[in-house]
């Protein structure tokens, strides 16, 4: 996206090495230019970094765009030393506040490009198939899932 959650951990964790990892959209691309933010061209179901590369993954309002989200969470799971935090909109109430501020009528409140749709309880259960979930919160509209690696037994 335009950056804004890249901003705020730099900004809060200053002297953290960080990386931002899009697609390639130019449009995206200046911004990122003009904010002087380090972000990487990449596709999130086959990331160009050795395992176990980062402290922490965050994929904020990543994941409902994934044609194959399995894929990118085992491609997470893969380049994270210990932590993620990962969240998505939460449906239906994602739908509903859409439908309720006149926004995507026709696609029944479907914002597009969200092309996969989980509840709090299903993303949970998806994010465990790759991690140990530490917690679960829900501001609205949103699930926000820490897991945790799972250490090799």
């Given at each position: ?8 951990v730099?900004?809060?964790?200053p002297t ?15 911004i ?21 590369s ?13 044609p ?66 530490v ?13 945790a ?5």
């Open positions: 996206g335009e950056g804004e959650v890249l901003t705020r730099m900004r809060r964790f953290a090495s960080v990386r931002g990892i899009d697609l390639e959209d130019e449009r995206l691309a200046a990122w230019r003009d904010r002087n933010l380090p972000v990487d061209v990449g596709d999130a179901t086959s990331l160009d970094f050795p395992d176990r980062f402290d922490l993954v965050l994929a904020i309002e990543v994941l409902e765009h994934i194959n989200p399995e894929r990118a969470l085992r491609e997470i799971a893969r380049v994270a030393k210990s932590d993620v935090v990962v969240s998505v909109p939460r449906e239906p109430i994602w739908r509903i506040g859409n439908l309720a501020r006149g926004r995507y009528i026709t696609a029944m409140g479907n914002t597009p490009g969200h092309i996969n749709h989980w509840g709090s309880n299903s993303f949970r259960r998806f994010v465990r198939t790759e991690f140990d979930v917690s679960v919160r829900t501001p609205l509209p949103w699930t926000m899932v820490h897991g690696v799972r250490q090799p037994s």
